[in-house]
């Protein structure tokens, strides 16, 4: 099968970069998208009624959707403003690894104390999940930043389907061994009934043990370089990415696509981790639905990731992004008018298999379309760039979709400005000339 195809160094290597997926993937579907999501915005924060603040020595009462997004825009700013000097350390001291099992680390300890977080411990919990965000995203991009080290060029596009394929498959185990805990307790030997809270532990302890692979089988192949014994690695870093930056006047393709992703990347993000508050405030649904409904999507995201990898490797990213972008255009007017010809809860299960499709097209061809326009030799580099694009995507998008609803009133009238970073967003990507970019990646910096 055509699928399982590949011109990569070493078939293990591909697995063991993959299983990162697998592991981290629990994060980002039970914390980010299904559970304490819901549990920070709806419990702790006290849902639409909301809590009340003192900003700057003025009270405010603040919707618990947008405080959970405001979190989620610190945790980006974080990462957007450190991801650079650390990925050009990573590159010149051949550290990608290590810097990832340290966010790894990180990450899945805070999010294992994300179970003492109760009912109007605002602070405490957002402070904590700004940490284990900040886990998961500085992760990534290193993690990212092995792609080209695992991969030849032409198979970009399919092992990076494959890793996004088979994270939705962890992600979504993850999530049935949480429903299980909080729907069927005794199924497996549990007392009922069980507390949220509970699940938090067993995503660190899924994120920890499937990393192993990763760390066992890939090999990082970019040459260590000895740092000056006058200078810290932190100074050899910033120097790297001055002339980055003095360089980088050469991948002007790259720059476009990065503009492109940072308005679409919004639309994305906001889709996912406001699909469960959204289901929960709007459509009033309960938990146990709710995770029906992200099982039932990560489903689809896992044959949406192979479909779509296979199809990027056939009629390249940039059109694969282009339809990916459309249909998530379609997916958030559909939300806004739900319940228009049948049953409300009907229809959002039917965006969901919407969102399986286009979830992992769009990640995936994002990701290798970034890897296809990158020197390798500064692929850690570029890829927090790349992080830099999506993280301030993710303060842009949480803030103005925070904004909305406290101005508002209402999660319907937030998702309409998704709308706006769809269309330009697509519009800066249709001006990007995939041929050059790939050329340009290919002359030294």
Known sequence: MSLFRFQYHNPREVLGWSFYDIANSAFATSVMAVIFNKYYAGVVAGGAEGTVLNLFGIEARIPGASLFT????????IIAVTSPILGAIADYSGLKKRFLLVYCIVGSAFTALLATVHQGEVLWGGALFVIALMGFA???????????EIAARQDLGKVSGI??????IGGGLCLLINLCMLQYPSVIGLREPTPITAVFPVVAVWWLLFSVPTFLWVRER????HKPADRSYYQVGKARLMQTFKEVRRFRELWKFLLAYFLFNDGIEMVIIMAAIFGDQVLHMGSGQLIIFFLMVQGVAFLGALGFGELVDRIGNKLTLIITIVVWTGIVLWAYFIGWFTDPIKEYYMLGVLVGLVMGGSQSAARSMQALLVPVQNSAEFFSFFAISGKFASVLGPVTFGLATMITGSLRSGILILIIFFLTGMGVLMTVDESKGKEEAQVPV
């Open 222 to 225: 970019a040459p260590r370089q």
């Open 138 to 148: 500085g992760g990534n991009v290193f993690y990212n930043a092995l792609l080209p």
């Open 70 to 77: 405001f979190a989620v825009a610190l945790a980006m700013i």
């Open 163 to 168: 890793g996004w394929a088979l994270g939705y």
